[in-house]
């Protein structure tokens, strides 16, 4: 088991940029593929980006795509940088973990096993 503690959430007017961090609490280096997800008020989660195991390939929503990098620093630490940043993108943000084992497509946002707290991300118009 996982556990993950994301930082570098907060308030920032519309354009602007914020890079969030997740730390894994073991190396999750072709052992667990990571995403970035986000719930807003009153909407249903939803999948933001995915990175794949090795660190390598990586998947992003299309709300997103151009204008969010998913990155790792290494095989512990996970990074969201947010550019171009709207107020739609505010939302609590959620790093997340998935075994390689499950057998699970590594671009599946659906299913994940292991949640960090989220941290709030607010945009400002």
């Known amino acids: 088991q996982v556990q993950l503690v994301e930082s570098g959430g907060g308030s920032v007017q519309a354009g602007g940029s914020l890079r969030l961090s997740c730390v894994a609490s073991q190396s999750t280096y072709r052992r667990y593929r990571l995403g970035w997800f986000r719930q807003a008020p009153g909407k249903e989660r939803e999948g933001v980006a995915i990175i794949h195991s090795d660190g390598g390939a990586t998947y992003y929503a299309d709300s997103v795509k151009g204008r969010f990098t998913i990155s790792q620093h290494n095989a512990n630490t996970l990074y969201l940088q947010m550019n171009s940043l709207k107020p739609e993108d505010t939302a609590m943000y959620y790093c997340?973990?998935?075994?390689?084992?499950?057998?699970?497509?590594?671009?599946?946002?659906?299913?994940?096993?292991?949640w960090g707290q989220g941290i709030l991300v607010t945009v400002s118009s």
């Open positions: 997340a973990a998935d075994s390689v084992w499950s057998g699970r497509s590594w671009t599946d946002f659906t299913q994940f096993e292991y």
